[in-house]
């Protein structure tokens, strides 16, 4: 299921980096951060804290910014395309691999 709310979340994200929609924006954003509750919960018991205390700070400081919710709606999907990559470029091997061609 988490894999699944990752790899939509990055198609949608490249669907709305070609075609700017701000309801698709906003959509990308949810899936976003419904993965990252999804892969929280799975994750170990530091790597969960690590992550969940990150992600609190960051809410905190742009509250304290007095960026609000704003804020976080562009640092969040500013951090995407490099959640994108991290996640497509290993899939993008694999038919090279299947291919003999590495």
């Known amino acids: ?3 699944y709310l990752i790899l939509s979340m990055c198609l ?8 700017p929609f ?3 924006k ?3 954003i949810g899936i ?3 993965a990252f509750a999804a892969s929280a919960m799975h994750a170990r ?3 969960r804290w690590f992550g969940i205390s990150m992600m609190a700070i960051g ?3 742009e509250f304290n910014k007095g960026e609000g919710f704003a ?18 470029v290993p899939l993008l091997s694999l038919p090279l691999k299947l291919g003999r061609i590495f």
Request: hydrophobic share 70%; no cysteine.
């Open 12 to 19: 949608l994200f490249l669907i709305q980096y070609f075609f």
């Open 32 to 34: 976003a951060l419904v």
């Open 71 to 88: 804020g976080i709606r562009q640092g969040i999907f500013m951090n995407l395309p490099l959640i994108a990559l991290v996640v497509l």
């Open 22 to 24: 701000d309801w698709l």
């Open 59 to 61: 809410i905190v400081l």
């Open 26 to 28: 906003n959509t990308v």
């Open 45 to 47: 018991a530091v790597p």
């Open 1 to 3: 299921m988490r894999s």
